[in-house]
């Protein structure tokens, strides 16, 4: 074939197709033109007479022998969507409309502007009642249940107890009951956050929203008391007042009696070792190489291979425990000085020669405020302050800034003494000793029921927890079954 036959056939065959695609589209404007057809549509989900209380899922079936433009979602004659692209589905929070019945209509256009529309009846029930606040869960009080509390909700005769299920996930409701308690004795692993929620029940129409969630757990093999010892008295190896403990890498507890003016040397298995210091009201010492840190009333000593090389009037109150960074400097809290008085709460640093370095917190109730600052001890460069009044954990960097604080007073009134061992904290409670890791979380109550007016505690190298009972003039060790 010449190349002008060629440039022909080309010419030829481009006219053909361009002339197709003419007819084409003119035949399928004349099929839209002449479109007379409505589409069909149905509600595919939900069925008629349904009830709903949050979420209205909508599953509509639409078809055109054209194709379908949209489908359009009424309620009670309102617009309240539209979708343009199979397959066809809504979802409606419907929790801010008022409870009954409600007509739920699909309308499916084609693009001749033809339609079909289909309508059902639904229910929609919202929360007549408020959700019951205040949802408090046991937290390592029980070694085989998990006991539930809230404040009651006025007239709600029923509530229903829900939890995360351990196989899907999800919540699941676990119980009834018409009190504001309960207990879940259902608990296959201890020290194992288990999730709660709690909602009113009266019936299908008469409910609550549910409440806030939270968790809690049992403990693990229960404390013994291993060892119980001390007594009243004026002898030196009777108590006074023992507020404050303290231990040394050889497992020799040092007891800071106040009343007595003393600090006695005891084994841990309570074998009296005999006095470290007499005539002096000290805090608990601490002990740093070859030197030991002390106190007496307003002083503050330290004292090198048993010698004092450094005794220095702070004219401040020095209160519960000494404690020393990586840095060999030590931190001590103090609730008074002659300018501010009994409201001058605040940790003290200084070097190992008794220079000081700087001081921070101040009183108050708020995050980063202490209030009688007691327990202190540093690890990892983090300086933890349990304080009386607030019942909180208060951290700051050594350098004194904030970083963060954990409140306690849902469990207890007070805290004391605290002591890191294996980076968990035990925190005296009063009746028990509170053992948390550094995320905050609860993990264990030490001695509910065995403990009374806890003050201080240490951990001795077998993981035994020693506690100052002051008021009962008593050392008391627990071991785990």
């Known amino acids: 074939m010449s190349v002008n036959n060629l440039k022909s056939f080309v010419i030829y065959i481009i006219l053909i197709s361009s002339y197709t695609l003419i007819i084409s589209c003119s035949q399928e404007r004349d099929d839209i033109q002449n479109d007379i057809i409505d589409p069909t549509i149905s509600i595919i989900s939900p069925i008629d007479e349904s009830s709903h209380t949050t979420l209205l899922n909508v599953d509509i079936e639409a078809n055109d022998d054209q194709f379908i433009d949209k489908v359009e ?16 589905k809504f979802s409606v929070d419907v929790t801010s409309y008022p409870s009954g019945k409600y007509s739920l209509k699909g309308v499916a256009w084609d693009s001749s502007n033809n339609s079909d529309e289909t309508e059902i009846l639904i229910t929609i029930i919202t929360p007549s009642f408020n959700p019951p606040t205040n949802l408090i869960a046991s937290q390592g009080d029980f070694n085989n249940k998990i006991s539930l509390s809230w404040a009651s909700v006025p007239d709600a005769k029923k509530y229903q107890v ?20 309960f207990e879940d004795t259902n608990i296959t692993n201890s020290l194992t956050q288990y999730f709660y929620k709690v909602r009113v029940y009266n019936s299908e ?42 231990i040394n890498n050889n497992d020799e507890l040092f007891l800071s009696d106040g009343d007595n003016r003393n600090i006695k040397k005891y084994s841990v298995n309570g074998n009296y070792l005999g006095l470290f210091k007499s005539n002096i009201d000290s805090r608990a010492p601490n002990f740093v190489y070859n030197k030991t840190l002390l106190s007496n009333e307003y002083n503050l000593i330290i004292e090198e291979n048993n010698i004092e090389v450094f005794n220095n009037n702070t004219s401040m109150n020095l209160v519960g425990q000494f404690a020393v960074d990586s840095e060999n400097n030590f931190y001590v809290p103090v609730n008074y000085n002659p300018t501010e008085g009994f409201n001058h709460h605040k940790i003290y640093k200084y070097d190992l020669n008794g220079n000081y370095m700087t001081s921070f917190g101040s009183k108050g109730e708020g995050q980063e405020e202490i209030n009688e600052p007691w327990g202190l001890s540093v ?14 954990a208060t951290f700051f ?22 002591f890191v061992k294996d980076n968990y904290i035990y925190i005296a409670a009063g009746d028990f000793v509170i053992k948390t890791d550094f995320s905050g979380a609860v993990i264990e ?28 003039r008593k050392i008391k060790v627990l071991a785990k079954q």
Do not use: C, M
């Open 379 to 392: 690890f990892n460069n983090l300086v933890v302050v349990t304080d009386q009044i607030n019942a909180k």
């Open 162 to 181: 829900y939890k995360i299920s351990n196989l899907t996930g999800e919540y699941e409701v676990i119980g009834e009951t018409s009190k504001n308690t």
């Open 73 to 88: 979602l009424y309620l009670n004659n309102i617009l309240i969507g539209f979708d343009s692209d199979f397959p066809y």
């Open 445 to 472: 109550k030490i001695g509910v029921n065995q403990l009374d007016f806890v003050t201080s505690v240490v951990v001795d190298s077998n993981n035994n927890i020693i506690v100052a009972e002051p008021s009962n």
């Open 205 to 246: 129409t008469e409910f609550s929203e549910f409440s806030e969630e939270i968790y809690g757990y049992t403990h693990s093999q229960p404390y013994n008391i291993l060892y119980s010892f001390g007594e009243g008295g004026r002898e030196d190896y009777q108590f006074g007042f023992v507020a404050l403990i303290s």
């Open 397 to 418: 960097d050594t350098n004194g800034n904030f970083v963060k604080a954990w409140d306690f007073s849902h469990i207890t009134n007070s805290l004391y003494g605290n």
